[in-house]
């Protein structure tokens, strides 16, 4: 997996390379555990991107977490 732009100002995108096509729930959450946001997503084999726009949100360090074995937790800094 691969974020960019990482820091970012609002949009970031996630890359994610899968073996196999499954779905996922994405959980965004902030320095202090709270769930600031959630996506669900079909995946497909192979090479996709998951769009976020965290504009909205304060600045500061975010973890996007999948709960996927294949997926690893992701920090997300915007501003800065």
């Known amino acids: 997996c691969s974020v960019s732009p990482n820091p970012t100002s609002g949009m970031f995108y996630v ?3 899968l ?3 499954r779905e996922a729930t994405f959980h965004l959450y902030d ?5 600031v946001g959630m996506q669900h997503l079909q995946l497909s084999t192979g090479d996709n991107q998951l ?3 965290i504009t909205s949100l304060a600045n500061g360090i975010y973890f996007l977490r ?3 074995p294949d997926i690893p937790v992701i920090r997300i800094v915007k501003g800065w």
């Open 15 to 17: 890359n994610i390379h």
């Open 19 to 21: 073996p196999l096509a």
């Open 31 to 35: 320095i202090n555990g709270k769930l």
């Open 51 to 53: 769009r976020w726009n």
């Open 66 to 68: 999948s709960g996927d």
